[in-house]
């Protein structure tokens, strides 16, 4: 692993090694790379699902934490490919102040289009709007090819999953980074998702690998657990 460097492409990007550099009061750069060599084109979509599963037990304030930290690794890999010749589009499945349920610009490399985008991402409330497999769902309507994709999401569903196979299928790359809160806790158990499911009048909570301080943590949180 080592530091993002001018040519490197979108697929070489090691998300959870970049997640551990401070985002400011550091000279290193905010990416980091796994050192093996790829070849891609220089098109790039990047996605964001704010959806949140029924029955994921989360605190708000994480869900927030985690959509901020989302946000801020789409701005720097999306500044970083730009600067590096790539087209660049984003889409988000998230509320807006004008009503708009989901955001979308289209592929474009230049700079204003860029700031536009940012614009955007820094206007949008963190909350769950329209189906985000529609979004997938448009551009594989739209036939979208030859591009690197990268989807950032709390959880990753089956349905998710099937149109994340036909993308690949249509000849693009895809890259999935779920939104996890590593940087919480030393064992990364503590990160399990962790649902409640309800049958009739029984609830079943299912706590994944989730050690002693992850299970607390949920207790303490205040969330209706019965």
Not at 131 to 153: A, H, K, P, Q, R
């Amino acid at each position: 692993i080592r530091d993002y460097r001018f040519g490197d492409t979108v697929s070489q990007i090691n998300f959870k090694a970049s997640a551990r550099v401070p985002m400011s009061g550091s000279s290193a750069s905010p990416l980091k790379v796994n050192n093996r060599d790829f070849c891609a084109s220089r098109r790039l979509m990047i996605y964001m699902d704010f959806h949140l599963p029924v029955g994921t037990i989360m605190t708000s304030d994480d869900y927030e934490s985690r959509a901020e930290q989302g946000l801020s690794y789409c701005s720097a890999l999306m500044r970083d490919a730009v600067y590096s010749g790539y087209a660049v589009g984003f889409a988000a499945n998230c509320k807006m102040h004008d009503g708009a349920l989901s955001i979308r610009f289209p592929k474009d490399s230049s700079e204003p289009h860029m700031m536009e985008i940012m614009r955007s991402m820094a206007m949008l409330l963190p909350q769950d709007g329209a189906s985000f497999n529609s979004l997938l769902e448009y551009d594989i309507t739209e036939g979208m090819s030859d591009t690197e994709i990268v989807i950032f999401c709390y959880v990753m569903g089956e349905e998710t999953l099937t149109r994340v196979a036909a993308l690949e299928q249509m000849g693009n790359s895809v890259k999935v980074v779920l939104l996890t809160a590593e940087d919480l806790y030393e064992d990364t158990n503590n990160t399990s998702i962790i649902m409640r499911v309800d049958y009739g009048d029984t609830s079943f909570l299912f706590t994944g690998d989730a050690e002693y301080e992850g299970e607390t943590a949920v207790l303490d949180s205040g969330l209706d657990l019965k």
